[in-house]
């Protein structure tokens, strides 16, 4: 399926299933509750957890659980798909070719929204924008609330009842959204994530592009040309845009009106072409290349609303990250430690790699890096991350149900058998890394894979991570005492 044959307006009065009752599943239903819209749910799992207090919340509603029934679904004229659930499966093709109207929660909220959205998606980085926008819009004046893909879902967002909404969107739910109508929206970057839907990178790409139909300003990442080029193949009103509605950024100094980077000797500068300088690199928390690419594609997509420089610049200035995301934890014995579970693929952590490496002494910070990585590869390529791994990390830990996979990678790139090890547990791993570990290296949490297979989700992998690294140093006090010395928000 894709998103531009299947929109229809939703009717509010018509019969309506809602798919799978995660936490975005049951925002739909209590939506539709509130909007007195009749409808059931089902779900594939055969026991579901807190299934009696679901039907005690909805008491005029069937619940069907299971395995997705053709003829019990194909009585709705309406299917509302949660994003975990892939619209692609035969029996949604086939619901879709007899005429049910097939949308995911962006769709409804496209439908009802009356204030301007800003649209964000990306395999990286996404979360670090959507953040940063919110905050920026917020520190100037302007009402402003984020959620979609990222904490709350978009239903839940419109009882606020605020003046602008920033939507973090998942390749999954963009599979479902047809009539979204943004101010600005941004495809961050694109490398290969969740394989195991997508037929290949392209089909991958293809569903991430579909943010900008319909969109009122582009937002385009000069960087990544098979994107660019995806976007410059296609005729320009196929998104309903002209030339001077895209805005470009990069990582080179921009030409006129785009955003960009200017490397000097006295360090890097964020700006943009024609206007002053937006800001000294070194004065970000963040750190690294992708990360200044970030707050430019912040910038951009803020672009038409024309807030105030200055309070654009210091909220950007002020803006200390996300947790579990490139997150400082404690510095041990000379050791820093970073936690990056939410690097769930290869490309991810590539990023958080190259984005820790001193900018002063490259060869340095090549010799000092110990990574733990794996999980779950969703059948991902980790030939690129290879050859990463073997010419900047110099231990790396694995573990969980792929870490063969990245193995193998690592080993075809050439780097050394012994210089890999295989941990079974996070506080065996973090265990390891403080033997291996000296004063000045750097470990890093970056799995490249999602969490599934040990974890609820990559938060409790982090937090897992954080918790070995605190019981490890309570082993010496010595070690308490470094990490409140050395505490801070954000490296």
């Known amino acids: 399926m894709n998103n531009t044959g299947q929109y229809k307006p939703f009717v509010f009065s018509q019969p309506t299933l809602v798919v799978g009752l995660g936490g975005t599943g049951l925002s739909v239903a209590r939506y539709l509750k509130q909007k007195n819209c009749p409808f059931d749910m089902a779900d594939n799992r055969s026991e579901l957890a807190g299934q009696d207090t679901i039907r005690n919340e909805f008491p005029d509603s069937e619940l069907l659980l299971g395995d997705f029934n053709y003829e019990q679904f194909k009585q709705y004229p309406q299917i509302i798909v949660s994003p975990g659930i892939s619209v692609r499966s035969a029996i949604f093709r086939a619901l879709s070719d007899q005429g049910s109207l097939i949308i995911g929660d962006i769709e409804l909220?496209?439908?009802?929204?009356?204030k301007p959205v800003i649209a964000i998606t990306g395999s990286n980085g996404k979360s670090t924008v959507t953040t940063l926008v919110e905050k920026t819009a917020l520190d100037c004046g302007v009402k402003t609330i984020a959620g979609?893909?990222?904490?709350?879902?978009?239903?839940?967002?419109?009882?606020?009842?605020?003046?602008?909404?920033?939507?973090?969107?998942?390749?999954?739910?963009l599979e479902t959204t047809y009539s979204l109508k943004t101010l600005s929206a941004i495809v961050l970057n694109v490398s290969e994530d969740h394989m195991d839907r997508y037929n290949g990178l392209d089909d991958y790409r293809q569903v991430k592009t579909t943010i900008y139909n319909n969109t009122d300003w582009a937002v385009i990442n000069k960087d990544e040309q098979q994107l660019l080029n995806l976007f410059k193949s296609k005729p320009i009103?196929?998104?309903c845009l002209t030339p001077e509605r895209c805005i470009y950024f990069g990582s080179e100094e921009p030409q006129t009106d785009e955003y960009?980077?200017?490397?000097?000797?006295?360090?890097?500068?964020?700006?943009?072409?024609?206007?002053?300088?937006?800001?000294?690199?070194?004065?970000?928390?963040?750190?690294?290349?992708y990360n200044y690419l970030n707050v430019l594609a912040a910038m951009a997509l803020l672009e038409p609303l024309s807030l105030g420089r200055e309070k654009m610049l210091q909220a950007v200035r002020e803006y200390a990250g996300l947790e579990h995301r490139c997150e400082w934890v404690a510095k041990i014995n000379g050791v820093n430690f970073y936690n990056d579970s939410k690097g769930t693929n290869a490309g991810a952590t590539i990023a958080a790699i190259m984005g820790l490496e001193p900018e002063d002494d490259k060869a340095y910070a090549q010799r000092q890096l110990i990574l733990i990585a794996g999980g779950i590869g969703k059948g991902a390529d980790f030939s690129e991350l290879g050859k990463v791994i073997k010419a900047r990390v110099k231990y790396l830990l694995l573990m969980g149900q792929d870490a063969e996979h990245i193995e193998h990678a690592v080993l075809n790139a050439g780097m050394a058998n012994e210089r890999i090890i295989h941990v079974t547990s996070m506080q065996a791993a973090v265990q390891k890394a403080m033997a291996l570990a000296q004063k000045g290296d750097t470990v890093l949490l970056s799995p490249a894979c999602a969490s599934f297979d040990m974890y609820a989700n990559y938060s409790a992998r982090g937090n897992d991570f954080k918790a070995s690294i605190y019981d490890c140093a309570d082993i010496n006090p010595d070690h308490i005492a470094d990490i409140q010395e050395g505490f801070r928000d954000v490296s």
Do not use: C, M, R
């Open 109 to 114: 909220f496209a439908q009802v929204v009356d």
């Open 237 to 239: 009103n196929e998104f």
């Open 148 to 173: 979609g893909n990222l904490g709350t879902p978009a239903l839940d967002l419109l009882a606020t009842q605020s003046d602008l909404y920033v939507l973090e969107l998942s390749s999954f739910q």
């Open 260 to 289: 960009g980077l200017q490397k000097t000797q006295d360090g890097d500068y964020l700006l943009k072409k024609g206007q002053e300088i937006l800001l000294k690199a070194s004065e970000l928390h963040l750190k690294g290349v």
